[in-house]
């Protein structure tokens, strides 16, 4: 799994490459140290994920990443983040980033980028739980008003309650391929990229029902 690191603390990144080194699996392609840095780098190198800090001076990690995956929509990003990250946590998650790695939890860092690199999207259970309190915004329409099917509005509940495809088929008795096929129609309905961005979209729609 070839994946590049980029963050403006040279300390930071030096730890991050000797944690990834010393699993087999993982190849450290190259390191940067801004946004400018990550969009070059990205371009020559084509990782399978690249994991970079948020806040940096100039282009920071969102603006490098918004960048990055308007060039290239199937890029993996990870961000690097902190408890004091609030204000890019949502922009980060609808801009269809894989998932956020507490800098403080360095030890989740090589099986988080292993599954992300099998397909998965990674948010700690601390990241999840900020979501409701950081949408915000009026409650103008029910969910049947953006044309979504009672069965594809479950399936959304589901998703947004962090269940596998496998395990949303289990409790609607339908096959993986229907749940499947019925989150690829809820996404282009709503204009969304992945299931996390449904997540998103499902915990802001419900934020604003309790308010009104």
Avoid: C
Wanted: glycine residues 8%; without cysteine; negative net charge.
């Amino acid at each position: 799994m070839k994946v590049i690191i980029v963050d403006d603390d040279e300390l930071v990144s030096l730890s991050l490459k000797t944690i990834l080194q010393a699993d087999p699996e993982m190849e450290v392609a190259a390191t940067g140290k801004s946004g400018e840095e990550a969009l070059t780098l990205y371009e020559i190198h084509r990782p399978d994920i690249l994991l970079m800090d948020i806040r940096m001076e100039q282009m920071d990690g969102i603006q490098a990443g918004e960048e990055i995956l308007r060039r290239h929509p199937e890029g993996k990003i990870v961000y690097l983040t902190t408890f004091s990250d609030d204000e890019y946590i949502v922009k980060a998650l609808r801009m269809g980033a894989k998932g956020y790695i507490l800098k403080q939890r360095f030890d989740s860092i090589v099986p988080s980028l292993k599954l992300v690199h099998m397909g998965q999207n990674i948010f700690g259970s601390e990241i999840m739980d900020k979501i409701p309190g950081l949408l915000h915004g009026d409650h103008e329409k029910n969910l049947e008003d953006y044309g979504l099917t009672e069965r594809e509005r479950e399936v959304l509940y589901h998703v947004a309650q962090g269940l596998s495809n496998k395990e949303i088929a289990a409790v609607l008795f339908l096959s993986e391929g229907t749940v499947r096929n019925y989150i690829s129609t809820t996404l282009d309905k709503l204009e969304l990229r992945d299931r996390t961005q449904l997540a998103v979209f499902y915990y802001r729609w419900k934020e604003g029902e309790e308010t009104t």
